[in-house]
């Protein structure tokens, strides 16, 4: 067992390996009433074709299998596990993301007894013909109320229009169409090649005792033969973005837009995709912030409102920035964009803003830390990506002036940029005019 | 925790160092009314626009960003047949700051708040004109999300005519009257009259948390409001009501009469028989509708801490409305039947201790817990609620399922699909 204390952060945390290869790791957050435990799999909406750890073969299988083996393994023979948590008083959940499934609990109260549960029940998969059948009505209506969320919408659709071939474009749920194709096979294929404790971590934040989480899980922890890394295959993908616009309409009132910027500056070490993921922040930051005269100057022409807004995504296989919100005038928007970066790629950044950027992003870092859930999930990301969460804070101040300029200079960039808009169903034309 | 009560002006501290984020949260309250409700909503969004000491947005933001990328946060909200409107910031503990930020965010919200009375000038014309249309987008892009749009649209046919009908954040209509006297006396009255609620979670001593935010909040006479918890009009028979949209998933949405008074100990009771059929991971809701009939993805049901009333919500293929509906009663005629599994019981009282105690770590969710303590009028813990729970036998929900009174039966739909909801 290894601890790592870092007193800039107050933050506490003990790792442990195990001959399997699976590591886990204890966020010690003392006096929370709350415990979250997580066992996730570095599997995802974007591993949908690989080669076999055994058989060495290509297998494709059909999209929204992940998030189906997530929502299957709950099923027991006798029921399903939420059974048994109820017993313990846990809050049992799981997701899938692109890059990752996560099963998770929270508890106030039986940590241990729940957290053998968790480590029990994503062990010991059960699938039927049957149950297999039974699962495809209820997430048949999953994606049928994401098909009705236009903020889903508009990001799926972003996606699409910023990547050609990365799978990150596919629906994480699938299609109704592809679900209809998932078997029991499918299920128990992909299961014995990415729920490989090689393949998996387990992250525990609360004021547990991490010498007692450890041998837990070294006694339940089912010993397997070695897996060789899974090999994941993902196209080649061109720098260009797809499409330059997509729409669509939906019953909002207003249209909904997030305009994208793809990042072809990918699979870079570990240390230099934190400092491009820091620096990416402070530029929009310096760009676009609440604080800044442009978006002072949008909101006050009525073009965004306060849901305006902007992310960055940064992965060894996909980047992407994007910013969006609800105008009355999208098109418009996209082009003060466009503008507003060249501008600054021309004055360069102002050094105020700055100074004022970095505090925030650090603000921004630090609130992560006081919610268990939040931290543990970050630090599951990070993870699997090969960063640790823990050193961002302590990298924030070592990023300058000159590293970010080039950075804006190298990155926000027209060509490679694309919108998305979701418009009003019944108001497009008025909306247009 | 520190309290302090004069004058209706609460002060509460609740202080220790687990969190990396300070908290100051102050509510002011107002009746629910038709000729307020649009006003308190509008003028928060334009206290946020700049005053004669931070003279825009940018302003503001700037101050923020420099404080660690603090943030200032609006929200009006329904309680009831009361609307509570709330200035809150959230700051970096000094620790990481390395400097002392709670008199500096005291002095930024009451900055905030009172800064057009205090420093004189009113509100900007410009910036009136822009936050009605921001609202009247607010207030429009109420469809966007469906599931809480069937569930609103279910109170608002449930209590036609009634202030709990109305919505919190107003409506399109009353912003076009509104004018900048009028929108200014409403927010003066609002914020000097009306009952206030100053609430701080931080790293430091509760006492002086306390003594410092009524050095700068005051402690000046204000009215008392009380809030009516009853429904007020006597119960005839089911409304079933169909509406249509473009969606490709229907919603039903169930209105309940409980007939619970929510300020006695039978709520404890009530909230029981919630976990039981559709809050707990272990519900009959979820059970039955879910994870056997495979109807849908998410089906829960709800109580309003404010009003005897039950929302049953879910997401459905459009042609299996009567299906679901008549299963979804099922339900609750088992609770009746007192038809309820050990699993049932156990698992709701687990997820009630859950929900409860996770309360303790986040600032956020304990102050709006003890300021709706405080608004019925019974300011204990969420562990003290959890005593009360478990005290609640299988007969107590029985006894009090069979008080519950099918209100309204909501049931949102595709464009053009003929099939319609009908009395059952």
Not at chain 1, 187 to 211: E, K, R, W
Not at chain 1, 266 to 274: A, C, G, Q, R, S
Not at chain 2, 258 to 272: A, F, I, Q, R, W
Request: charged share 30%; proline share 3%; hydrophobic share 35%.
């Amino acid at each position: 067992m290894e601890r790592i204390y870092d007193d800039a952060l107050n933050e506490e945390i003990y790792i442990n390996s195990y001959s399997n290869g699976l590591k886990a790791f204890v966020i010690k957050k003392k006096n929370f009433s709350k415990a979250f435990a997580g066992f996730a799999t570095k599997y995802g909406s974007v591993d949908g074709k690989f080669v076999h750890p055994k058989t060495k073969e290509v297998v494709e299988v059909p999209d929204g299998i992940a998030h189906f083996l997530e929502h299957k393994l709950f099923e027991e023979e006798e029921g399903n596990v939420f059974d048994r948590f109820a017993k313990f008083g846990a809050m049992a959940n799981a997701f899938t993301s692109f890059k990752e499934t996560v099963y998770y609990f929270i508890s106030t109260q039986n940590f241990y007894e729940n957290f053998e549960i968790l480590l029990d029940f994503v062990q010991n998969p059960y699938f039927t013909d049957q149950n297999v059948e039974k699962e495809k009505g209820i997430i048949g209506q999953e994606i049928r109320m994401y098909q009705d969320n236009p903020n889903w919408r508009v990001y799926f659709n972003l996606l699409n229009a910023l990547y050609v071939n990365n799978p990150v474009k596919i629906d994480i749920a699938g299609t109704l169409e592809s679900i209809q194709k998932i078997t029991k096979e499918d299920l128990y294929l992909c299961y014995n090649t990415f729920y490989h404790p090689s393949n998996m971590i387990i992250v525990v934040c609360g004021d547990v005792d991490p010498q007692k989480v450890f041998d837990t899980i070294e006694r339940m922890e089912k010993t397997r033969e070695y897996q060789s890394l899974i090999e994941r295959i993902y196209p080649d993908e061109p720098e260009n973005v797809n499409q330059k616009k997509i729409e669509t309409s939906l019953s909002v009132a207003m249209p909904i837009f997030y305009i994208g910027f793809k990042d072809n500056q990918n699979d870079l070490p570990p240390y230099e995709m934190i400092m491009k993921d820091i620096q990416t922040q402070i530029v929009a930051e310096t760009l676009f912030g609440k604080s800044t005269d442009f978006y002072e100057m949008l909101y006050k022409e009525g073009l965004i409102n306060q849901n305006f807004g902007f992310e960055y995504n940064c992965e060894p296989e996909y980047s992407f920035f994007m910013i969006g919100g609800e105008s009355k005038d999208p098109e418009e928007v996209y082009r003060r964009i466009i503008e507003h970066v060249e501008d600054v790629k021309k004055k360069g950044i102002n050094r105020e803003e700055f100074e004022r950027a970095k505090k925030v992003v650090l603000g921004n870092h630090l609130r992560k830390f006081d919610n268990p859930e939040k931290i543990s999930v970050e630090f599951i990301y990070s993870y699997f990506k090969g960063v640790n969460i823990f050193e961002y804070v302590k990298e924030i101040a070592s990023v300058s002036f000159e590293m970010c300029e080039k950075r804006l200079r190298e990155f926000f960039d027209e060509n490679t940029s694309c919108i998305s808009v979701v418009w009003p169903a019944d108001k497009k034309n008025s909306v247009m005019e | 925790m520190q309290k302090k009560e004069k004058n209706n002006n609460f002060y509460m501290a609740f202080c220790d160092d687990r969190f990396k984020i300070n908290r100051i949260a102050v509510t002011f309250i107002d009746k629910l009314e038709r000729e307020r409700n649009t006003l308190n909503a509008l003028f928060p969004m334009v206290l946020i626009r700049g005053n004669n000491k931070y003279k825009d947005m940018k302003e503001i933001n700037r101050y923020l960003d420099n404080m660690y990328g603090a943030t200032l946060s609006i929200d009006v909200d329904k309680k009831g047949d009361l609307q509570a409107i709330s200035f809150a910031v959230s700051f970096l503990n000094d620790r990481f700051a390395g400097e002392n930020l709670y008199t500096k965010a005291l002095q930024f919200l009451y900055d905030i708040i009172y800064g057009p009375v205090k420093y004189g000038g009113g509100f900007e014309e410009d910036a009136i004109l822009q936050e009605k249309n921001n609202l009247k987008q607010e207030i429009e892009s109420r469809i966007n999300d469906k599931v809480q749009y069937a569930i609103d649209r279910c109170i608002e046919i449930m209590f036609e005519g009634q202030n709990y009908a109305l919505y919190e954040k107003g409506n399109v209509d009353d912003l076009q009257t509104i004018t900048k006297e009028k929108l200014f006396s409403q927010y003066q009255e609002v914020v000097t009259k009306k009952p206030m609620y100053v609430f701080v979670y931080g790293d430091y001593d509760e006492e002086w948390a306390v003594s410092k935010a009524l050095e700068v909040f005051g402690e000046e006479k204000r009215e008392s409001i009380h809030n009516d918890f009853s429904i007020n009009i006597p119960f005839e028979k089911t409304k079933y009501v169909t509406e249509e949209m473009e969606v490709n998933q229907g919603k039903i949405a169930l209105g309940i009469r409980t007939n619970v008074d929510v300020t006695s100990e039978d709520y404890y009771k009530l909230l029981m028989l919630n976990g039981i059929l559709g809050a707990s991971p272990k519900s009959k809701l979820f059970e039955n509708v879910r994870e056997k009939a495979s109807l849908c993805y998410y089906v829960f049901s709800r109580i309003d801490r404010f009003k005897s009333v039950m929302i049953i919500s879910s997401g459905i293929e459009i042609e299996n409305y009567e299906k679901a509906l008549n299963l979804i009663l099922q339900q609750i005629e088992d609770i009746k039947n007192g038809r309820i599994d050990d699993i049932e019981y156990e698992s709701a009282i687990n997820y009630y201790k859950t929900a409860l105690m996770a309360i303790y770590d986040s600032p956020r969710d304990l102050l709006s817990f003890y300021l709706n303590q405080a608004l019925v009028g019974q300011i204990i813990e969420p562990r003290e609620v959890f005593e009360s729970l478990k005290n609640v036998n299988i007969e107590d929900i029985k006894r009090i399922a069979n008080r519950f009174e099918l209100d309204t039966v909501y049931f949102l739909k595709n464009r053009g699909v003929a099939k319609d909801g009908k009395d059952l």
